[in-house]
């Protein structure tokens, strides 16, 4: 994969994940010297100029981010990692973990100077144990060679629920607490963790952080798009050749990812649609393959990128019973806490089990269309208000696999 372009995961397969030396060697923490030389608002002036967006989905500008948490004056604050993968099909961050374990704490310990806080915590989803073993050793690791300076980075697990992928709702699980978001505003990086300044990073977006700072937001901002700069690491699954993982440029188009680097579709069979960002992800259709897989051009075809999951399927696929399925794991990971979502995630799975039993009429379909529309706007946190766009989007694009079904 010779236009596979490694910057998130540079070290993988080079480096002995838990030998610290092994990263040292190939210029590990030298960013970090480097930051420590720099002013915090140079430091985060240099991150800004790089236009790294968020990489857990919501694509907000890194550096912007954490100019609001350096702004807010407070005894204390934090730096939050987000390694809650809870996506079904996704291990993009558990590859970061698992083979560069030190990227991740240099870029956070960037972040903690940035902003001022000495205190950083990793999320690490609770179907992570061998993960969470491997950063604690690396963590161990770094604490003997002193390379963290006063910053201390502990591992909190998680209990299996996807809500906590949210990054209120994860702060209330660090706390003890019943993992649930937030109201928002206030938004973590004016009060967070124990009601002080956080910032909360993916482990992408943290794991770009070292490079950008040695080679210059300069150098970052002129690969890929120029809106969504820098990489993306997608994990492909379904009806696909090649499952497995690529990072790539953030302007390759969907089709280049599924035909160039995935290896089309298996037994020479049709494409029928790909999802992409997780299982809240929109449902793209063949006729929007050659859209870039950058933020703003996903979001201009009403999808997402998300967690970086690209789910394949092919010809054969009943697409209704995917998303039947679909809307099922969300009625059972709803927290429950606010009524559009407790509500409409039982609602939705409802009638879509009606429609797939060959039980409904057109009127079902009008009626999952207005409810997905209310759920968008009045869910209190992002499951909720990404759960309705895989059964929106395949009755956009699919209506005669619908209209098949129907009474």
Excluded at 118 to 131: D, K
Excluded at 198 to 217: H, L, S, Y
Excluded at 248 to 253: A, G, H
């Amino acid at each position: 994969m010779a236009e596979e372009l490694r910057i998130v995961l540079r070290n993988y397969g080079k480096i002995d994940p838990l030998k610290i030396e092994d990263y040292i060697g190939q210029g590990g923490y030298k960013a970090l010297e480097k930051a420590r030389s720099m002013g915090q608002e140079a430091l985060i002036a240099e991150v800004k100029r790089s236009n790294l967006r968020g990489r857990g989905g919501a694509g907000f500008n890194c550096g912007q981010k954490w100019s609001f948490a350096y702004q807010t004056s407070a005894d204390k604050k934090f730096v939050v990692c987000n390694a809650d993968e809870g996506e079904p099909g996704t291990y993009k961050d558990r590859l970061i973990m698992e083979n560069d374990p030190q990227s991740l704490l240099e870029g956070m310990a960037i972040c903690g100077y940035a902003i001022g806080a000495q205190q950083g915590f990793i999320y690490c989803r609770g179907e992570y144990p061998q993960v969470a073993d491997i950063l604690n050793q690396a963590i161990a690791q770094a604490k003997e060679k002193g390379v963290l300076g006063d910053f201390e980075v502990e591992v909190r697990s998680g209990a299996g629920a996807y809500v906590c992928g949210e990054e209120t709702a994860l702060i209330e699980s660090i706390e003890g607490k019943r993992g649930e978001p937030r109201f928002k505003p206030p938004y973590p990086p004016s009060e967070g963790l124990w009601g002080q300044p956080t910032i909360v990073n993916n482990v992408e977006t943290f794991a770009n952080i070292p490079i950008i700072v040695d080679k210059g937001a300069e150098w970052y901002a002129a690969i890929g798009a120029p809106a969504y700069p820098g990489t993306k690491v997608f994990t492909l699954t379904g009806n696909v050749n090649n499952k497995t993982f690529f990072e790539v440029p953030t302007n390759t188009t969907i089709r280049e990812l599924i035909y160039k680097f995935g290896g089309g579709i298996p037994g020479d069979k049709k494409f029928k649609a790909v999802q992409i960002g997780g299982t809240s992800g929109a449902f793209i259709p063949s006729t929007l393959l050659d859209t870039p897989l950058a933020f703003d051009n996903m979001s201009a075809i009403g999808a997402t990128l998300g967690s970086g999951a690209v789910f394949v399927l092919d010809e054969t696929r009943d697409i209704v019973d995917v998303v039947t399925r679909i809307a099922g794991f969300f009625e059972h990971e709803s927290c429950g806490k606010c009524a559009p979502c407790r509500e409409g995630t039982s609602r939705t799975a409802e009638i879509m089990s009606k429609i797939n039993n060959g039980k409904a009429s057109f009127r079902d379909i009008t009626l999952l269309e207005r409810l997905g529309r209310v759920m968008s706007y009045s869910c209190l946190c992002g499951l909720g208000q990404a759960a309705p766009a895989p059964v929106l989007t395949t009755i956009k694009h699919f209506k005669a696999d619908y209209d098949a079904k129907l009474l």
